[in-house]
């Protein structure tokens, strides 16, 4: 410990550097609540093929399930993220985690397409609730030279989900002779995980910015004004578009991709799309994270053109990912999955880049505006646009149903994935023009306050 010019002990920056063992709890139950959020979410596509014979779907329809629950989390998300902003964060997470797992339960009984299209709506209204409380709560459990670091561990939640979601979901499906199964067992952790955010302590506000005080947290009145003025948010956000564009489109289709072009069971299916998608992104997240918080010391642009480089290289290896033939499955695996491992630096890149420029009171905010901008306009399009084109591609080339169906498939992601990464690429590579300006900005506003 050091003293201050009062003769008061303080911290060193060592020592302020170091998470405490509170944080570090809070930290793994976001960890558990994240991976939960994307297990439940990715449950019905890893289905697509026994929800499509059931109920009489095209991709068409597949896309706008996805869509909707995606329109839902990101209209829902805005008055969670403000209330996040003025409410308290675990008593938020807590009441979604059990809202959206008992809804996660009733999916199972879905007797219909309009049904099962409900059922997921009120999914998407539960969820919506986490990322913002956790994000916000999480700003103020680590300083900003650590938040890369933490927020990839949280955010190592998502591709675990997809991995125990795509490596369990099949096997659950064939024991028991049903889709519906799998939503019956997502339940049971989410209840259990709701009850322990209610024994969290919640952080001060600004607990981990300059002199760790609330006075210093920024002002509160209108919020979405000062939010929107900073430059560097609108570049983040259309990363954000393209990165979920592509992310969305992948998560909903690469099972049912590998079902026909490919030529592979369910089980197989979703295992193959756990390796891509899902343990990559253990890769992706902890050594993306390593290197971000490395580059982000020497300034936030630096932070952010990490994940900008690798967005513009995960895009042409997609690309010759998707131009494989039908008899190079392995061959699909190796390469789009090191497209898809640069793809998850984008969260250590982007997500902290929000922390650097938006002040901690108006932070709950930003992350739910981001994710409503995100969503809106990147995950519930990219499904939908994929699916569309996937029908029309299997129309256009005609012959046997299975067999157009994959070249119909094969070629909408073809098209849709790589150029979304760009857009991704783009936004991050603009961000890094305004980042270090609006984040001294940011700065100076703390300590004028």
Known sequence: MALDAAGQQVPTSKEEDRPSGTAWRVLLLLFVGNLLNFFDRVIPSIVVEPLKAEFGLSDGDIGVLAAAFTVIYAIFGIPLGILADRGTRKKIMGWG??????????????????????????????????????????????????????TGLMQLGLPLGLVLAYFTI?????????????????????????????????????AAEVGGADALAGPSDRPFKRIFSVPTV???????VGSNMAAYSVNTFTVPLFQRWFGVGLTPAATLTGVVVGLTGLVGLTAGAWVADRAGRRSPTARVLVGATSMLIAAPLAFW????????????????????????????????????????????????????????????????????????????AGGPAREAAAIGLHSAMAWVVPITLLVAALGLFGASRTIGRDATRMKEQLQAA
Do not use: H
């Open 97 to 150: 985690l059990a809202a959206w797992s008992l809804l996660t339960a009733a999916t199972a009984g879905a007797t219909g397409f309009g049904a099962l299209l409900l059922i997921r709506l009120g999914v998407g209204v539960g969820e919506a609730s986490f990322a913002p409380a956790a994000n916000s709560m999480l700003a103020d459990l680590y300083p900003a030279q650590k938040r890369s670091r933490a």
């Open 234 to 240: 609108w570049w983040i956000v259309l990363a954000g």
């Open 170 to 206: 099949g096997p659950i499906v064939t024991a028991f002779g049903s889709w519906r199964a799998p939503f019956l067992f997502a339940a049971i952790p989410g209840l259990l995980l709701a009850a322990c955010f209610f024994f969290v302590k919640e952080p001060r506000r600004g």
């Open 321 to 396: 990912a998707l131009s494989l033939g039908r008899d190079a499955v392995g061959a699909f695996v190796a390469i789009f999955g090191v497209a898809w491992l640069l793809q998850y630096i984008y969260y250590v890149a982007a997500y902290p880049a929000l922390a650097d420029v938006v002040a901690p009171r108006q932070r709950g905010t930003a992350i739910a505006l981001y994710f409503a901008a995100n969503y809106l306009l990147g995950g519930a399009v990219g499904p939908v646009i994929t699916g569309v084109l996937s029908d029309r591609f299997a129309k256009a």
